[in-house]
């Protein structure tokens, strides 16, 4: 089997503009390629994230989650690479508050092993 490498980054780039997170994700993805050649790379979006004093709610900070989840599958494409979308995935599920710490923004046990069983069907799907 050929080894995989997951580009899923954990920090949403708040302080990049969208443009600026493309580039340099572009850049990584370049780099690994080039780098790496034997190697599947795999690409995941950045998850939501909600409001600290109102779990019912996403955190305003979407918008740019959203905007940079735009530029990681338009990256991907340019690459031909798969996207995971773990965004969707997490928005689906009825139970997203049950799945995240009381911050809004990391994942408890239950959330990390919801990705991981994203993540571990993709891969079964497509091996």
Known sequence: TCESILLALGGHGFHLTAEQFGQGFSKLVKF????????????????PIRKKDDHACLSEYNAIIKANNLQIKAVAKEFDLPV????????????????????????????YR????????????NE
């Open 32 to 47: 690994i390629k080039d780098n790496y050649p034997e190697k599947r790379i795999l690409t995941a979006t950045f998850i």
């Open 84 to 111: 995971i979308d773990l965004y969707d995935k997490l928005l689906s599920r009825e139970d997203l508050s049950e799945l995240s710490h009381i911050d809004g923004v990391h994942l408890n046990d239950k959330g």
């Open 114 to 125: 919801f990705l991981a069983e994203c993540v571990a069907d993709y891969l079964w799907d």
